[in-house]
């Protein structure tokens, strides 16, 4: 069993920025892709940007490339997004969630292919 925390989220004005953390637990943190996803209001869940187990490899999507950077500390066991340059589209609940039985290097997009999720957290960009 893997249980997920975010935090960081909150009230940003349009151009600004956010780090959020995901706090995981379990001895195994290193051997989990851990993803960020986000969904808007009235939107489905959408992947945001992903890091490979072995922190090696990263992949963003199109909407945020360029404005944010995902990392991880597998000594503390958490995962972070930073967030610049952040737009009111980027308004949404951000999930962070852990991939399961995938290499070293994979960087899973899917929504399906995470098991483990957290509860989220707000973001919220003003214009």
């Known amino acids: 069993q893997v249980q997920l925390v975010e935090s960081g989220g909150g009230l940003v004005q349009a151009g600004g920025s956010l780090r959020l953390s995901c706090a995981a637990s379990g001895r195994t943190f290193s051997s989990y892709a851990m993803g960020w996803f986000r969904q808007g209001p009235g939107k489905e869940r959408e992947f945001v940007a992903v890091i490979s187990a072995s922190g090696s490899r990263t992949y963003d999507a199109d909407s945020v490339k360029g404005r944010i950077t995902i990392s991880r500390d597998n000594a503390k066991n958490t995962v972070y997004l930073q967030m610049n340059s952040l737009k009111s589209e980027d308004t949404a609940v951000y999930y962070c969630?852990?991939?399961?039985?995938?290499?070293?290097?994979?960087?899973?997009?899917?929504?399906?292919?995470?098991?483990?999720w957290g509860p989220g957290t707000q973001v919220t960009v003003s214009s």
């Open positions: 969630a852990a991939g399961i039985g995938f290499s070293a290097i994979h960087t899973p997009t899917r929504v399906r292919d995470y098991a483990y």
